[in-house]
């Protein structure tokens, strides 16, 4: 009989980025001082950077990509109907992302764009939970304020107008608690001083339109397809106080032992929960089968598979637990955010 496969505990993993950050990463972590830390952490990541062959994958404590384990044993990873709804991609990519400045005005290609354009499956729809402010200033940048043409806005792309670009999104104070979902097409920054959790479909197709003092060329920023094509997929409608509500939640005082961070819609391509056990007197939480990311935000506490298997979770943690490791039980006084793929009746592999 084939053994079953258990969570595992991962290092960091860091690819390059072109921004400043990674202090509130290595804080969760605990890293020491002398320990440099990117403003990216992927966590348990089976995609690659846009254009590289490795740069991104989680590499396992074996040696083995976590992608490579995943295609050569798939249903133990991921489950029979997560496969028949979305095949082999896990269908998640997980981030811990430290913006230490602003992050320039971009957003991501739509489903149907992606695989016409970069013969994906995937787009990229994100969402952001925001875990730790710090500064002045810490803020959020979803949607234009008002509807605004496709050819404006190519106008900023081409004379890179970042102040009427960045003046033209909504403004939006945050702190830890708040969510954000950013489905594909809708353009958005991330403040200075803003610490996520980032759930995202498992690609890197990011279409910067402020791309100067940032990217090396335009090129990187439409991708090779040329602004005027990238914005195609871009959504150029406005977003009104009463539309943002549709995207944003505030859950710092809801005390519940678990938490549905997201907004409503948002379960069409992931889920994230958080989990406090202690919460209420609820000392254990039950845990159906899932691929699954764990990031244990504070406290200590127990991870418990239903075939024997007991890890302990502190701050900083993180873990990618295969579907294999079947019901399990998380205990303590422990903070943990739980992210998973869609559930596979939401999601049909097209």
Not at 22 to 37: H, N, P, Q, T, V
Not at 47 to 62: A, I, S, V, W
Not at 120 to 125: N, Q
Not at 222 to 228: D, I, K, P, R
Request: proline share 6%; glycine share 10%; aromatic share 8%.
């Amino acid at each position: 009989m084939n053994a079953h496969l258990e969570p595992i505990r991962l290092p960091a993993n860091q690819p390059p980025q072109f921004y400043r950050g990674g202090d509130a990463i290595a804080a969760l972590r605990g890293a020491s001082k002398s320990e440099k830390f990117g403003p990216e952490d992927w966590v348990g990541s089976a995609t690659t950077m846009f254009g590289q062959e490795t740069n991104g994958l989680t590499k396992l404590p074996d040696g083995e990509w976590l992608r490579d384990a995943i295609v050569a044993n798939p249903v133990a990873w991921l489950g029979q109907k997560h496969i028949d709804a979305l095949g082999v991609s896990t269908g998640l990519l997980v981030k811990l992302l430290d913006a230490g400045q602003r992050l320039p005005v971009h957003f991501h290609p739509s489903d149907s764009f992606a695989r016409q354009h970069f013969d994906s499956h995937f787009g990229k729809t994100e969402a952001w939970i925001i875990v730790g402010t710090y500064g002045d200033d810490p803020r959020v940048y979803p949607g234009f304020k008002e509807t605004v043409s496709k050819a404006t806005v190519n106008d900023w792309a081409r004379t890179q107008d970042a102040p009427t670009m960045l003046d033209a999104l909504n403004s939006i104070p945050v702190q830890a608690g708040d969510t954000v979902y950013i489905p594909a097409g809708l353009p958005h920054a991330i403040g200075e001083g803003v610490f996520v959790v980032e759930l995202q479909q498992p690609t890197d197709f990011s279409l910067t339109l402020e791309w100067r003092d940032f990217l090396a060329s335009p090129e990187k920023g439409h991708l090779g397809l040329g602004f005027e094509t990238a914005i195609e997929t871009l959504d150029t409608s406005g977003w009104d106080a009463d539309r943002l509500t549709s995207i944003i939640k505030h859950t710092a005082d809801d005390s519940s032992s678990t938490v549905d961070l997201l907004a409503a819609g948002s379960d069409e391509f992931f889920r994230a929960d958080q989990l406090r056990p202690s919460s209420h007197n609820a000392t254990t939480l039950s845990l159906d089968p899932s691929f699954a990311v764990l990031v244990v935000m504070d406290g200590a506490g127990t991870l418990r598979t239903e075939h024997g298997g007991e890890y302990a979770l502190a701050k900083g943690d993180t873990y990618v637990v295969p579907c294999d490791a079947g019901e399990s039980t998380v205990e303590g006084d422990v903070t943990v955010i739980r992210c998973r793929p869609a559930a596979p009746e939401k999601r049909i592999k097209s």
